[in-house]
């Protein structure tokens, strides 16, 4: 590993790691050299895979995949707990990326549903950054990612829950950034429009041609380029951007 990529030596966490943009994020953040722990809920193969891959990949670096449900404060608790355990007790970079949508008008939804993505996506900013802040904070240089959505700056029909979600990251994201900027920790958001991964390949085909057709390249975006962003807000470049919400939609109109 090279002393002079952009993440080297840095310790990184990141939520729901397995797949998507979060694989992503995990792949690019060992390639910048950076030590990873990233978090999985239902993908245990698919996280067991990918640790293994990123450690043959990477000799040297650490790579370590953890469960936890980001939603449930004890379970997001202990998952902190032992990601910093793993990382030697002190973390430079957290990445908040798990996330869940049920697409369902708002008259339809059921308050489970309601409750699950509030939680999953809300409630883990605090579950996981809360006892992940003073050890972050102790470093004196570090960065936490929250990762929103289009959805949540403009909101989306169909999404009044995962909307309501992702606005709240943001609102979260600004007043942490005010409180800890000054203690050399940068919280900033990345809001992706359309992105294909897992959570798109579910929407169906006329749904999603009507999207592309809000999207002036009408394509989905790729993860690789979300993870890119992610990384270098997490890098020294991006010390002196904080508070700030930065969309990657293709210039999505929603
Ligand atoms: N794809 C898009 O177009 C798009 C657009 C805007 C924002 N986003 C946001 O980007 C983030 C990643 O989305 P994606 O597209 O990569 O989605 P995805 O492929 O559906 O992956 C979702 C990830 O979140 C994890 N996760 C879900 N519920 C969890 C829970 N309760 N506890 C722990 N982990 C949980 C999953 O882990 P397991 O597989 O292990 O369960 C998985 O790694 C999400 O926050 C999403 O809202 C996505």
């Known amino acids: 590993m090279s002393a002079d990529l952009p993440l080297s030596g840095r310790k990184c966490v990141v939520t729901g790691g397995a797949r998507g943009i979060g694989a992503a994020v995990v792949r690019l953040a060992l390639a910048q050299g950076a030590d990873v722990v990233f978090g999985y809920h239902s993908s245990a193969a698919a996280a067991a895979e990918l640790a293994e891959r990123m450690r043959a990949a990477h000799p040297g670096q650490r790579c370590t995949a953890l ?3 980001v939603g449930d404060t004890a379970d997001a608790g202990r998952f902190a707990e ?4 793993e990382l030697d007790g002190a973390v430079d970079i957290l990445v908040n990326n798990a996330g869940v949508t049920h697409d369902i008008s708002f008259a339809r939804i059921r308050r489970e549903q309601w409750d699950e993505v509030l939680e999953t996506n809300l409630g883990s900013m605090f579950n996981v950054t809360r006892p992940l802040v003073m ?4 470093q004196r ?3 936490i990612v929250n990762i929103t959505s289009a959805s949540g700056l403009h909101g989306a029909p169909g999404q009044t829950a995962y909307s309501a979600s992702k606005s709240g990251v943001i609102g979260f994201t600004k007043a942490l ?31 999603a041609e009507r999207l592309r057709n809000l999207i002036p390249s009408r394509e989905f975006g790729d993860a690789d380029d979300v993870a890119a962003l992610v990384c270098f ?4 470049r991006a010390r002196y951007i904080t508070g700030q919400v930065i969309e990657m939609s293709g210039g999505l109109i929603l």
Do not use: C, W, Y
């Open 135 to 138: 050890p972050l904070v102790r």
């Open 67 to 69: 469960p936890g449900r």
């Open 177 to 207: 950034a005010k409180e800890i900027g000054g203690l050399g920790v940068t919280v900033n958001a990345v809001a992706p429009g359309f992105i294909a991964t897992d959570m798109t390949a579910a929407i169906p085909e006329p749904q």
């Open 233 to 236: 807000l997490a890098s020294d």
């Open 141 to 143: 240089r570090g960065a």
């Open 82 to 85: 032992d990601a910093l355990h």
